[in-house]
């Protein structure tokens, strides 16, 4: 699998929340795992890949179509930093 879809669902998991104004914490109490978790997807030197059902769940949890964390539509953002 081409590593460059884990940075783009890591970004993207970053850019929702922040839209959401959820810190890494906050956003994992809601989706009812760990900080942990939230920052390895998130970090863009780390190669963790959330299966199919968390990111489904992921998305739920953040009010989106999960298909949106998969999407490469990052460079039309405004959000530079991506973490926290």
Do not use: W
């Not at 959401?20 to 978790?37: C, D, I, P, W």
């Not at 997807?41 to 963790?48: M, P, Q, T």
């Not at 009010?63 to 539509?73: A, C, K, M, S, T």
């Amino acid at each position: 699998m081409d590593k460059k879809y884990y940075k783009i669902i890591g970004k993207n998991i970053a850019y929702y929340r922040k839209q959401k104004h959820l810190t890494q914490e906050g956003f994992a109490m809601r989706a009812n795992v760990t900080r942990s978790y939230i920052s390895q997807i998130e970090a863009k030197n780390l190669d963790v890949l959330p299966s199919l059902p968390m990111l489904i769940h992921l998305g739920e949890t953040l009010g989106i179509e999960p298909y949106l964390l998969l999407v490469d539509i990052i460079i039309n953002r405004d959000c530079k930093d991506f973490t926290e």
